[in-house]
């Protein structure tokens, strides 16, 4: 009995114990991931501004939705991460996003002190953001693991958090005309007075730390150029210096510019979604206050109504009017590499441009997730988010993407309901932020002129890209190719940069699409490896990496290197079984002039163009070299291209779209993984089969070389459907057009150059027998086009269907692609005939 009274004691100890360990857990967490909610900047984020690498925005990725949902993969994939959407945005808002960080200008001849960084958190926007993140969104005991390298944490960091930069740069009289198409003349986010205009890139060998604190110092005789610092600062960074402040916290997508932090918010507003008593967010008496709802919803507060409350308070109490204004609109640096976003007046600035896109957008997709639309347990934060952000098909539903911002904003948000949120988060901020003034009465009107103000901003003066224009101008296609860039670095970096920045987006560098390799023209050799990662390029591609890199071109050195590459890749194929996928493109990105073709180099691009039949070489050079280039290539008309690249990037789109464009036009491969590099003419494939995906709309195009359907033998294509999803399928093959399609055959082309089937069931079967028939060698015959083209009837409703890790969308399409005896066969017997050849070539024009 005694026993039996010690044991229930001894176990309700144990209880007891456990209750306050568990307690003190979660007040560690709580403690923890709410140190971006404090008015000192986060210890884990203070590496972005003490580093002065990290500092320069030249040295982190480029502030677009690619590199954000790049980010966010490597999140999600990775393996210590171990959360669904409604706990990771959560998270990773609680980690990466700091509102309101300025940069703190010391008194005149004032040194500062090496204990202390120059940054804190003291614009207006980290009041709300406190609130936000401490009292609306809802945290668990779960941290978010440290899985980014420095460079991705601070590019996410500045992605996520809004604040206004307005220290004077020394450009403002001509920041809002020209500079939105100059592609690397940016501001400098140090505390110094910058002339945008006159510097490209710092000099990070000029500016060292003392102290190991942020504090940067400049020799003044670098190509920084100063102006004059003019009256002296306070400690507080004023707003109002900049006539085109600096708007942090904004990502660049083809519909406006974005708040990401508001983005985020609203969808972690709607997968944690509460509503919260106004009481608990009110600091003190309720008393000034009347008439207002009990309760605030998340989605709200975490995105319109917290912008319009700043635009209330702060117009409200600073400018005295009841005229509230919302919506400042504003300019990228840089149309191909952007990272700062000018905007275009320096007076109210709490509601503009981005933020209100944000706020909007991370609504909809709040109140999509909140209302079970989407189901937060089953899609990852980035498919959400390329979903919205997608030229067609949006999120489930066609309207429920960017391009129909408008609409969605009319059919989502509720005016009244909009007044009534707004009013009663407006009394819980009000108590909250520090202000110049005291609203004593006409809160209420200065609420409902906000909301028509924003009502008719939004519906009037937002022109984004629409619908029907998206659709129109952008491909139904998703490209995939494996992209090698043979770099020249006598380019110069601003002028070569911004050009590949403008291949990489468009080819979507991604985990679902594109790679890039970047190499040196100098010898062949490898600068940055292999990498299907946008944000990993922009990280490691750098000033200072081109500048580290050995001048000049040696064709000969570099072929033989890139043919050991390709020789490479074949037999890791050949280990993977590798059926089909990216297409194969190498481009010769050439600056010098007068390039040396002698007949090792010819020798080696025959190598290369005859043994690796997959691989398409492409000449980009600034000068036009076309009478040396020719023979390199296969298709001499379309393969060799002249671009002029300025070094104001003004001109990126116009000189590289004729090169895109050929990019584009190869398609993806479907190969015999058994030839390997050697293309032993035994060796045939079997039976072999590969799965791919399609986007309700889209069309994948392959190419099949007649090195693997060479000769007589019964060589077949089988195209199958194997998952669920809305439509049909419908296989065009070619051996004429590169890309053919049903629209051709409906346009009147010819039977015997385009032919279509539809796909409902079971397979199409395309035979390759006798393909090369008159043909008598295996370069003189044409290789073999395939499409695969999505049909979906206009208005059909789309479901998550497809669920297999190589998904990009949820609702795409999964189908086989089978291979049948496909052979091996190679043109490299034919080189020694070439050699010949082109010796005598070079006789003939030399006499």
């Given at each position: 009995?005694?026993?039996?009274?010690?044991?229930?004691?001894?176990?309700?100890?144990?209880?007891?114990?456990?209750?306050?360990?568990l307690?003190?857990?979660?007040l560690?967490?709580?403690?923890?991931a709410?140190?971006?909610?404090?008015?000192?900047?986060?210890?884990?984020l203070?590496e972005?501004y003490?580093n002065?690498?990290?500092?320069?925005?030249?040295?982190?990725?480029?502030?677009?939705?690619?590199?954000l949902?790049?980010?966010?993969?490597?999140?999600?994939?990775?393996?210590?991460?171990?959360?669904?959407?409604?706990?990771?945005v959560?998270?990773?808002?609680?980690?990466?996003?700091q509102?309101?960080?300025?940069?703190?200008?010391?008194?005149?001849?004032?040194?500062?002190?090496?204990?202390?960084?120059?940054?804190?958190?003291?614009?207006?926007?980290?009041?709300?953001?406190?609130?936000?993140?401490?009292?609306?969104?809802?945290?668990?005991?779960?941290?978010?693991?440290?899985?980014?390298?420095?460079?991705?944490?601070?590019?996410?960091?500045?992605?996520?958090?809004?604040?206004?930069?307005?220290?004077?740069?020394?450009?403002?009289?001509?920041?809002?005309?020209l500079?939105?198409?100059?592609?690397?003349?940016?501001?400098?986010?140090?505390?110094s007075?910058?002339?945008?205009?006159?510097?490209?890139?710092?000099?990070?060998?000029?500016m060292?730390?003392?102290?190991?604190?942020?504090?940067?110092?400049?020799?003044?005789?670098?190509?920084v150029?100063?102006?004059?610092?003019?009256?002296?600062?306070?400690?507080?960074?004023?707003?109002?210096?900049?006539?085109?402040?600096?708007?942090?916290?904004?990502?660049?997508?083809?519909?406006?510019?974005?708040?990401?932090?508001?983005?985020?918010?609203?969808i972690?507003?709607?997968a944690?979604?509460q509503?919260?008593?106004?009481?608990?967010?009110?600091?003190?008496s309720?008393?000034?206050?009347?008439?207002?709802?009990?309760?605030v919803?998340?989605?709200?507060?975490?995105?319109?109504?917290?912008d319009?409350?700043?635009?209330?308070?702060?117009?409200?109490?600073?400018r005295?009017?009841?005229?509230?204004?919302?919506?400042?609109?504003?300019?990228?640096?840089?149309?191909?590499?952007?990272?700062?976003?000018?905007?275009?007046?320096?007076?109210?600035?709490?509601a503009?441009?981005?933020?209100?896109?944000?706020?909007?957008?991370?609504?909809v997709?709040?109140?999509?997730?909140?209302?079970?639309?989407?189901?937060?347990?089953?899609?990852k934060?980035?498919?959400?988010?390329?979903?919205?952000?997608?030229?067609?098909?949006?999120?489930?539903?066609?309207?429920?993407?960017?391009?129909?911002?408008?609409?969605?904003?009319?059919?989502?948000?509720?005016?009244?309901?909009?007044i009534?949120?707004?009013s009663?988060f407006?009394?819980?901020?009000?108590?909250n932020i520090?202000?110049r003034g005291?609203i004593?009465?006409?809160?209420?009107q200065?609420v409902?002129?906000?909301?028509?103000?924003?009502?008719?901003?939004?519906?009037?003066?937002?022109?984004?890209?629409?619908?029907?224009?998206?659709?129109?101008?952008?491909?139904?296609?998703?490209?995939?190719?494996?992209?090698y860039?043979?770099?020249?670095s006598?380019?110069?970096?601003q002028?070569?940069?911004p050009?590949?920045?403008?291949?990489?987006?468009?080819?979507e560098?991604?985990?679902?699409g594109?790679?890039?390799?970047l190499?040196?023209?100098?010898?062949?050799?490898?600068?940055?490896?292999?990498?299907?990662?946008?944000?990993?390029?922009?990280?490691?591609?750098?000033?200072?990496?081109?500048?580290?890199?050995?001048?000049?071109?040696?064709?000969?050195?570099?072929?033989?290197?890139?043919?050991?590459?390709?020789?490479?890749?074949?037999?890791n194929?050949?280990?993977?079984n590798?059926?089909?996928?990216?297409?194969t493109v190498?481009?010769?990105?050439?600056?010098?002039?007068?390039?040396?073709?002698?007949v090792?180099?010819?020798?080696?691009?025959?190598?290369?163009?005859?043994?690796?039949?997959?691989?398409?070489?492409?000449?980009?050079?600034?000068?036009?070299?076309?009478?040396?280039?020719?023979?390199?290539v296969r298709?001499?008309?379309n393969?060799?291209?002249?671009?002029?690249?300025?070094?104001?990037?003004?001109?990126?789109?116009?000189?590289?779209?004729?090169?895109?464009t050929?990019?584009?036009?190869?398609?993806?491969?479907?190969?015999?993984?058994?030839?390997?590099?050697?293309?032993n003419?035994?060796?045939?494939?079997?039976n072999?089969?590969?799965?791919?995906?399609?986007?309700?709309?889209?069309?994948?195009?392959?190419?099949?070389?007649?090195?693997?359907?060479?000769?007589?033998?019964n060589?077949?294509?089988?195209?199958?459907r194997?998952?669920?999803?809305?439509?049909?399928?419908?296989?065009?093959?070619?051996?004429?057009?590169?890309?053919?399609?049903?629209?051709?055959?409906?346009?009147?082309?010819?039977?015997?150059?385009?032919?279509?089937?539809?796909?409902?069931?079971?397979?199409?079967e395309?035979?390759?027998?006798?393909?090369c028939?008159g043909?008598?060698?295996?370069?003189?015959?044409?290789?073999?086009?395939?499409?695969?083209?999505?049909?979906?009837?206009e208005?059909?409703?789309?479901?998550?269907?497809?669920?297999?890790?190589?998904?990009?969308?949820?609702?795409?399409?999964?189908?086989?692609?089978?291979?049948?005896?496909?052979?091996?066969?190679s043109?490299?017997?034919?080189?020694?005939?070439?050699?010949?050849?082109?010796?005598?070539?070079?006789?003939?024009?030399l006499?």
């Amino acid at each position: 009995m005694c026993s039996a009274r010690v044991d229930k004691a001894f176990a309700e100890n144990n209880r007891n114990s456990m209750f306050w360990l568990l307690t003190i857990a979660l007040l560690a967490s709580g403690a923890s991931a709410q140190l971006t909610a404090q008015t000192s900047v986060a210890p884990e984020l203070r590496e972005c501004y003490m580093n002065v690498t990290l500092l320069d925005r030249n040295n982190i990725p480029p502030t677009t939705l690619p590199v954000l949902i790049d980010i966010i993969q490597k999140i999600e994939d990775d393996p210590n991460v171990n959360m669904d959407l409604r706990q990771l945005v959560v998270q990773i808002l609680r980690t990466y996003r700091q509102d309101g960080i300025e940069y703190h200008q010391p008194d005149a001849n004032a040194d500062r002190s090496g204990n202390v960084l120059p940054y804190a958190p003291t614009f207006h926007s980290i009041h709300r953001h406190r609130i936000v993140l401490s009292k609306i969104l809802p945290g668990n005991i779960q941290e978010l693991p440290n899985v980014l390298t420095p460079p991705l944490k601070c590019a996410l960091h500045y992605i996520l958090s809004t604040t206004v930069d307005a220290r004077v740069r020394g450009n403002e009289q001509n920041c809002n005309q020209l500079s939105q198409f100059r592609a690397l003349r940016t501001a400098r986010n140090i505390p110094s007075n910058l002339k945008m205009d006159d510097v490209e890139i710092l000099d990070l060998g000029s500016m060292k730390l003392t102290k190991s604190m942020g504090k940067i110092r400049h020799n003044p005789k670098d190509d920084v150029e100063y102006t004059s610092m003019g009256v002296l600062k306070s400690e507080r960074q004023l707003l109002g210096d900049s006539q085109c402040p600096l708007l942090g916290g904004v990502i660049s997508t083809r519909w406006g510019a974005v708040s990401a932090g508001h983005l985020l918010a609203g969808i972690a507003g709607g997968a944690q979604f509460q509503r919260i008593r106004v009481s608990d967010l009110v600091r003190g008496s309720m008393s000034n206050y009347a008439n207002l709802q009990d309760t605030v919803s998340s989605i709200f507060a975490s995105t319109i109504s917290g912008d319009l409350v700043e635009a209330v308070l702060i117009q409200g109490t600073e400018r005295g009017t009841n005229a509230i204004t919302v919506g400042t609109a504003g300019n990228w640096n840089s149309t191909q590499a952007p990272r700062y976003f000018m905007l275009h007046n320096r007076v109210n600035v709490e509601a503009t441009d981005p933020e209100l896109r944000g706020d909007i957008d991370g609504f909809v997709l709040g109140t999509l997730i909140q209302s079970n639309v989407v189901d937060a347990a089953s899609i990852k934060l980035s498919q959400l988010l390329d979903m919205y952000y997608s030229p067609r098909n949006g999120v489930y539903d066609a309207n429920r993407r960017a391009c129909n911002r408008r609409e969605l904003r009319q059919q989502f948000i509720n005016r009244d309901a909009l007044i009534g949120e707004t009013s009663a988060f407006a009394a819980a901020l009000d108590t909250n932020i520090p202000l110049r003034g005291t609203i004593v009465s006409g809160l209420d009107q200065l609420v409902s002129t906000a909301v028509e103000n924003f009502q008719s901003y939004t519906t009037n003066s937002l022109n984004d890209l629409n619908c029907v224009n998206t659709v129109t101008t952008m491909d139904n296609f998703r490209l995939k190719t494996n992209l090698y860039i043979v770099i020249d670095s006598t380019w110069p970096y601003q002028a070569v940069y911004p050009a590949i920045s403008y291949l990489l987006d468009n080819i979507e560098v991604g985990k679902f699409g594109s790679s890039i390799t970047l190499l040196n023209a100098f010898d062949g050799s490898i600068v940055l490896d292999k990498t299907f990662s946008l944000a990993d390029f922009h990280s490691n591609y750098t000033l200072a990496r081109h500048q580290a890199l050995f001048n000049g071109v040696n064709l000969e050195s570099t072929l033989q290197n890139v043919r050991l590459l390709m020789e490479r890749e074949l037999e890791n194929e050949k280990s993977l079984n590798y059926v089909g996928g990216n297409s194969t493109v190498l481009l010769f990105l050439l600056n010098t002039a007068n390039l040396q073709i002698t007949v090792p180099v010819i020798v080696e691009a025959r190598k290369i163009n005859e043994t690796i039949p997959d691989l398409r070489v492409l000449f980009a050079t600034s000068t036009n070299q076309f009478d040396s280039l020719w023979q390199m290539v296969r298709d001499m008309h379309n393969d060799i291209k002249v671009v002029s690249l300025n070094v104001e990037g003004t001109n990126v789109e116009v000189t590289m779209n004729p090169v895109l464009t050929r990019i584009k036009s190869v398609g993806r491969r479907i190969v015999n993984s058994n030839c390997g590099s050697t293309f032993n003419g035994e060796l045939t494939s079997g039976n072999r089969q590969f799965d791919d995906y399609l986007e309700p709309g889209y069309i994948n195009y392959y190419a099949i070389s007649p090195n693997y359907f060479y000769g007589n033998a019964n060589r077949k294509v089988r195209i199958s459907r194997t998952g669920a999803g809305a439509g049909s399928l419908i296989v065009c093959q070619s051996r004429r057009f590169e890309q053919p399609s049903q629209n051709m055959t409906a346009a009147g082309a010819d039977q015997d150059s385009v032919s279509c089937q539809t796909l409902a069931s079971g397979n199409i079967e395309i035979s390759l027998q006798g393909a090369c028939e008159g043909h008598w060698t295996i370069g003189s015959c044409p290789s073999f086009f395939i499409s695969v083209q999505s049909q979906v009837p206009e208005g059909s409703s789309l479901s998550p269907s497809c669920t297999d890790p190589a998904c990009r969308f949820p609702y795409n399409m999964r189908y086989q692609v089978q291979i049948e005896e496909f052979g091996c066969f190679s043109s490299a017997g034919t080189i020694a005939l070439s050699v010949i050849l082109i010796i005598c070539g070079i006789f003939i024009h030399l006499l």
